[in-house]
T-cell receptor, first 115, second 110 residues
């Protein structure tokens, strides 16, 4: 099994629908992140969580919400999807220590299309 | 000025050649630097961290130039499998977040 699992892998949804993207990890990491990636842009942080009781907005949180159900689970919701939320979404985890272990482990991504 | 800037490329390089690309960053207080590799439509994967003294991992060498605020990645004896997009990542000290460059696309040709 993958260290970080995202579901679904692909999703097409209609404008105005609510959709949830799920992420689970077996790394035992406390820190989890949701990013979106658009062509020609770097990964942009939507939300991040340093532990179950700690949720923080990233640079582009408008239109999104998250839930950290357990150390291993972090879900992202689009309350009312709009076409410009069409993107590739990644969940990531990190051990949080500076240095070599500071690297992130990513899930395989969710390709979301809002029509 | 963007916090992290990369030449988007593509860099078209013949197999066996040496290729290098740079990434500039704007925050002089940044302390953590990384290169990630991303294959088309796949997740980014950590290639290497970049240390102050420079570091090497096989055919890959990373360097940090604090005075000019850039990091570099050198790939020697390039292989077809090195074709990918290389992402430069720098930490933002104020909020512990990582800032991602948009990537440099590398195409190795036979």
């Amino acid at each position: 099994d993958a260290d970080v699992t995202q579901t679904p892998r692909n999703r097409i949804t209609k404008t105005g629908k609510r959709i949830m993207l799920e992420c689970s990890q077996t790394k035992g990491h406390d820190r989890m992140y949701w990013y979106r990636q658009d062509p020609g842009l770097g990964l942009r942080l939507i939300y991040y969580s340093f532990d179950v009781k700690d949720i923080n907005k990233g640079e582009i949180s408008d239109g999104y919400s998250v839930s950290r159900q357990a150390q291993a689970k972090f879900s992202l919701s689009l309350e009312s999807a709009i076409p410009n939320q069409t993107a590739l979404y990644f969940c990531a985890t990190s051990g949080g220590r500076v240095g070599r272990d500071y690297g992130y482990t990513f899930g395989s991504g969710t390709r979301l299309t809002v029509v | 000025r963007k916090e992290v800037e990369q030449d988007p490329g593509p860099f078209n390089v013949p197999e066996g050649a040496t290729v290098a690309f740079n990434c500039t960053y704007s925050n002089s207080a940044s302390q953590s630097f990384f290169w990630y590799r991303q294959d088309c439509r796949k997740e980014p994967k950590l290639l290497m961290s970049v240390y102050s003294s420079g570091n090497e991992d096989g055919r890959f060498t990373a360097q940090l130039n604090r005075a000019s605020q850039y990091i570099s990645l050198l790939i020697r004896d390039s292989k077809l499998s090195d074709s990918a997009t290389y992402l430069c990542v720098v930490n933002r000290p104020s909020n512990y977040q990582l800032i991602w460059g948009a990537g440099t696309k590398l195409i190795i040709k036979p």
